[in-house]
């Protein structure tokens, strides 16, 4: 891949070329971000159970060692490696059974203990000997003449030392994080309250899914795209269904929105025609700005407040709409949400695609990927165009190809899978 002459490597490349009068992405997504603040949400208590997707607020740290004694990591005996030796290959006799959860009695000398993955070793044991390694006969036990200390034993505090940070504040709880926290007996997580998102469509030639469609109407798309993408954040959908297409009706529904919203997404409806009612409707209520962005698909977006709660206007193309709400607004509903991680990972890959002429605008490509000779290819879909919703609904992710660069057929580009976004 080469773009302003240069090569690409394994480093994701950045738009180095933009066409006058497009903003570049990097400097859109840059505005976007430094206009809001993160970590102002409203701090609750979220029992383990119910914090899945939540984002926590405060540093959890632990207040004991896991695992709280040493153990054994195998059904075995608990032995002490001196006695081995001593013994010379002659049968110890066992003095205790220790099962896991069982407070053990220390370990008379030249005896062993019959010990259970995940009970505690008993004062003055150093081995655990595999019980596939013994020969038992009655309470006596042959054992190896010769093991190294400490074999098959966990010791106390090896996972997490009491006093440790275990989870950050910012982070976005998963199940492994849940996981670890229960481990160190927290219950109760203080986490944000999640972020409340208010949904508008605006368009009389909108019907909805279950409507009979009348001339020049076209299905509702957008809604559900969209309200699945903000109920997939772990957000607060405020739905506010299709509103009627004046003046009047845009100002009420906006204007009750932002007292109870903490961010206002549109999709369509912010261009200069005369039935375009958003775009007024916001400058009236607050301020807006109308970026034209030098990204494909997606190029026209809209941001501002609407009294403070702030405002973000989606292309009405439904691939539009959902690109720009992943890689644009989700960073900024990340940070408002008090999310430490903004940004999605990525990958490099190779595609199998080629451009030979140098376009203005970075590309969003929906693409899957396929094996070929052996490796992981990305395979676009065939028709990139920015109203071929099926075009997402085949596709794994994006291969992001910067502006202003050519790409041969197996030139590496990003890769964002969909998962990433979510």
Not at 201 to 209: R, Y
Not at 268 to 296: F, N, P, T
Not at 393 to 417: K, M, S, T
């Amino acid at each position: 891949m080469s773009g302003c002459g240069g090569k690409g490597g394994d480093k994701p490349l950045t738009d180095c070329c933009s066409q006058p009068g497009l903003m570049p992405f990097e400097q859109a997504l840059a505005q976007l971000l430094d206009s809001v603040q993160g970590g102002k949400q409203p701090v609750e208590k979220v029992h383990l159970t119910a914090a899945l997707g939540r984002v926590l607020a405060e540093d959890l740290c632990a207040e004991l060692d896991v695992p709280p004694a040493d153990n054994s990591a195998m059904d075995g005996y608990a032995v002490r490696v001196a006695d081995l030796a001593a013994a010379a290959g002659k049968p110890l006799t066992i003095s205790q059974r220790i099962p896991a959860g069982v407070d053990p009695e220390p370990l008379q000398p030249g005896t062993v203990a019959r010990i259970f993955t995940g009970a505690s070793v008993p004062e003055g044991a150093d081995a655990v000997v595999m019980q596939e390694n013994t020969e038992r006969d009655g309470e006596q036990v042959k054992m190896p003449t010769e093991i190294p200390l400490g074999d098959h034993i966990r010791r106390r505090g090896q996972d997490i030392a009491n006093g440790d940070a275990v989870v950050k504040a910012g982070t976005r709880l998963q199940p492994q994080h849940l996981g670890v926290l229960a481990s160190i007996g927290i219950a109760e997580l203080p986490c944000y309250r999640p972020l409340r998102v208010a949904l508008l469509s605006s368009g009389d030639e909108l019907a909805q899914p279950g409507e009979v469609a009348g001339p020049g109407q076209i299905y509702n798309s957008n809604r559900y795209s969209l309200t699945g993408l903000i109920q997939q954040l772990g957000m607060e959908l405020i739905d506010l269904g299709t509103i009627e297409d004046t003046r009047a009706a845009t100002i009420e529904a906006l204007q009750g929105a932002a007292e109870k919203a903490d961010l206002l997404i549109t999709s369509g409806g912010v261009s200069v025609g005369e039935e375009d009612h958003i775009k007024a409707a916001v400058e009236q209520l607050g301020e807006i700005s109308l970026w034209k962005l030098a990204i494909k698909p997606g190029k026209p977006l809209a941001f501002g407040r609407v009294g403070q709660t702030p405002f973000i206007g989606l292309p009405g193309n439904p691939v539009s709409a959902m690109l720009c709400f992943q890689v644009l607004a989700r960073p900024v509903m990340m940070k408002l949400q008090g999310a430490g991680e903004l940004h999605p990972k990525s990958v490099m890959l190779p595609i199998d695609y080629q451009r030979s002429k140098a376009q203005k605008r970075r590309e969003y490509l929906r693409v899957r990927r396929v094996e070929q000779d052996g490796q992981l290819v990305l395979k676009p879909y065939t028709n990139q165009s920015s109203g071929v919703l099926t075009s997402v609904a085949w596709a794994e992710g994006y291969a992001v190809i910067p502006a202003d660069a050519q790409i041969a057929a197996g030139d590496r580009v990003e890769f964002i899978p969909f998962s990433e976004l979510a």
